[in-house]
């Protein structure tokens, strides 16, 4: 990923025509105080000029925080690996990279079509493991993910840990629990 790009982006439409702002966007290297994911964009609009910081715009921002968890196959529990996922509650089911599945025996036992934010559907093998963090444990549906997918706790973990988002924080704590 180049450390300076240059995009341009509809900023209004009217009378069949778009109206295009361009933006240098910098992503900032942890240097200056400022986070490594943090960026910077610089209208061309002169006396326009704006600068903004946070985490630049993509899939993985979606996710609130990032977590370690350890995976383990279910044959054989000593058969596990530490792994970073991070937490996204729009995400079905956690995503492992397909490198780690199957370094620690774990099989596919199908495949499904998962759909993108942006629509794009996917085939992907599924399979089930043994997920713990910070001393809570589930079994869960996993997808195998590819080199281009990102690896992510979904809902269906997060319910089998019995924890919920606190956004605020950016943490996980216990979910209140409902029996109906």
């Given at each position: 990923?180049?450390?300076?790009?240059?995009?341009?982006?509809?900023?209004g439409?009217?009378?069949?025509?778009?109206?295009?702002s361009?933006?240098?966007?910098?992503?900032?290297?942890?240097?200056?105080?400022?986070?490594?994911?943090?960026?910077?964009?610089?209208?061309?609009?002169?006396?326009?000029?704006?600068?903004?910081?946070?985490?630049?715009?993509?899939?993985?921002?979606?996710?609130?925080?990032?977590?370690?968890?350890?995976?383990?196959?279910?044959?054989?529990?000593?058969?596990?690996?530490?792994?970073?996922?991070?937490?996204?509650?729009?995400?079905?089911?956690?995503?492992?990279?397909?490198?780690?599945?199957?370094?620690?025996?774990?099989?596919?036992?199908?495949?499904?079509?998962?759909?993108?934010?942006?629509?794009?559907?996917?085939?992907?093998?599924?399979?089930?493991?043994?997920?713990?963090?910070?001393?809570?444990?589930?079994?869960?549906?996993?997808?195998?993910?590819e080199?281009?997918?990102?690896?992510l706790?979904?809902?269906?973990?997060?319910?089998?840990?019995?924890?919920?988002?606190?956004?605020?924080?950016?943490?996980?704590?216990?979910?209140?629990q409902?029996?109906?």
């Amino acid at each position: 990923m180049p450390n300076s790009v240059r995009v341009r982006r509809i900023v209004g439409l009217g009378a069949g025509r778009a109206t295009w702002s361009t933006f240098n966007v910098t992503l900032a290297d942890g240097r200056n105080g400022i986070e490594p994911y943090s960026f910077e964009i610089r209208s061309d609009r002169g006396a326009r000029k704006k600068i903004y910081y946070g985490r630049p715009p993509s899939v993985v921002s979606m996710g609130l925080s990032r977590i370690r968890v350890v995976v383990d196959s279910l044959e054989d529990e000593r058969r596990s690996q530490e792994i970073e996922l991070v937490v996204d509650t729009d995400a079905t089911y956690p995503v492992v990279p397909a490198s780690v599945a199957e370094h620690l025996g774990i099989r596919p036992s199908e495949e499904l079509t998962f759909t993108l934010a942006n629509g794009t559907r996917l085939p992907r093998k599924v399979g089930w493991v043994g997920l713990a963090d910070d001393g809570r444990k589930t079994h869960t549906r996993i997808v195998f993910g590819e080199a281009e997918d990102v690896p992510l706790l979904g809902a269906f973990a997060l319910e089998g840990l019995g924890v919920e988002v606190d956004p605020v924080a950016r943490t996980l704590g216990p979910a209140t629990q409902y029996l109906l």
